[in-house]
């Protein structure tokens, strides 16, 4: 059974950084793609970024340019770098692999306030 553990969440000041890791229980590059999602009260789980195995990534719109997910395959984690942080972006966020099904982690808060 495939475990992820997500880390790095917290409480952060608007225009401030986070860096969130998700740590594998198995090689990462057993994964076609990793992302992160994220989910705020009331709201719906969106995808934010994703990373495939070769390497392309994608960003939802609202955070293109301030986010940037990266892969340590040594490390078996991939991390979401988070910068210019706004209130908007508070959620629990999960990381998310995909090889044949989903998995998914516990989630890490994040809480940005104005």
């Known amino acids: 059974q495939v475990q992820l553990v997500e880390s790095g969440g917290g409480l952060v000041e608007a225009g401030g950084s986070l860096r969130l890791s998700c740590a594998a229980s198995e090689s990462i590059l057993s994964f076609s793609r990793l992302a992160w999602f994220r989910q705020a009260p009331g709201k719906q789980r969106e995808l934010v970024a994703v990373?495939?195995?070769?390497?392309?990534?994608n960003y939802a719109d609202s955070v293109k340019g301030r986010f940037t997910i990266s892969m340590d395959n040594a490390k078996n984690t991939v991390h979401l770098q988070m910068s210019s942080l706004k209130p908007e972006d508070t959620a629990m966020y999960y990381c998310?692999?995909?090889?044949?099904?989903?998995?998914w982690g516990q989630g890490t808060q994040v809480t940005v306030s104005s």
């Open positions: 990373i495939r195995s070769g390497g392309t990534t």
């Open positions: 998310n692999a995909w090889y044949l099904q989903p998995y």
